[in-house]
């Protein structure tokens, strides 16, 4: 795989030349790819994502925006102001805080995320990417055409790209989904990965036209890369009874060329997203639900406090010098935590 000439170009020559012992032996020129009609990107020819700008690929960049963020952006700013202008009060305050004898948790980490929550946040940003759409007259893929790869047997109706689709429709499709094929929550972020890094590598916009098959094209690559057991595409037929595996072959095949076979994702994109979404549900008035820490938790976190001081109780020896006279100069400082 890491030869350039493998598996693209031969290696040996087709006829074997006769060389006299008077001539010096004089190798063939190398082929290249145009003479051999082949023009197969080899890995080392790609071009290397960390030294595109940032704003062009969030979707592989830790410290890039996420695009569903910047977009939610200008709703809330209108928000805010509409509320400021007609002297509207938001409503009574439903966010509690914790105090000296009360600590309210949500059950949402980064590594084990709210699925309900998390569905609902992924459904607001596609809604926002929707809403908040460039209208340059982009082009639309005929994959993701529903009026030309319909979903279901029901007719489209004449003006499917006019209405933009509401967030609880947006919801209702992911949750099926989710719940039909049993997928995690981890999936639903990845999901969002792939579907910006789509938009940022093809240049499209999704549209009330094709938002339900870019969806549908992101789930299910997210569920075959995340999930070890990962669903089948004979099995999304089951869940959508209309839809055949020659269609969804096809919209897995086509998705892959567009994200140029990049369906890395690094930890530290997951938990920007992650936080992103996060920051979405908090100006949206999504909050996640917040339950009083119990005794019980408590001591699961006492716990886990526990083991990652013994996780690192050798990184603490390898911090101290050896010297005697630099002990006094660079000493690692530990503070157990407590959780009462």
Known sequence: MGNTTSCCVSSSPKHRRTHSRLEPYLPEPELS???????????????NLDDLPMEYNPSDHPRASTIFLSKSQTDVREK???????HHHPGPMRRKYSSCST????????????????I????????????????????????????????SKLEVPQDYDRHDPEQKQIYRFVRTLFSAAQLTA????????YLERLLTYAEIDICPANWKRIVLGAILLA????????????????ILKDITVEDMNELERQFLELLQFNINVPSSVYAKYYFDLRSLAEANNLSFPLEPLSRD???KLEA????????????????KKKSVSADNLMVARWCPAIIS
């Open 120 to 151: 609902k946040c992924v459904a607001l940003a596609i809604y926002y990417h929707i809403k908040n759409r460039d209208i340059d007259g982009r082009m639309l893929l005929d994959i993701f055409d529903e009026k030309l790869h319909p979903l």
């Open 304 to 319: 886990i406090s526990r083991l990652c001081d013994d996780k690192y109780k050798d990184l603490k020896k390898q911090a």
């Open 223 to 238: 569920s075959k890369v995340w999930d070890d057991q990962a669903v089948w595409n004979v099995d999304y037929c089951q």
């Open 297 to 299: 938790k408590a001591q």
């Open 33 to 47: 790819r145009e003479d051999t009609g082949c023009n197969l990107q080899h890995i080392s020819d790609r071009e």
């Open 80 to 86: 805010r102001k509409s509320l400021y202008v007609n």
């Open 186 to 193: 981890e999936c639903a972020i990845v999901t969002l990965v």
């Open 103 to 118: 600590i309210f948790l949500d059950d949402s980490t980064v590594s084990q995320p709210n699925l309900k929550y998390t």
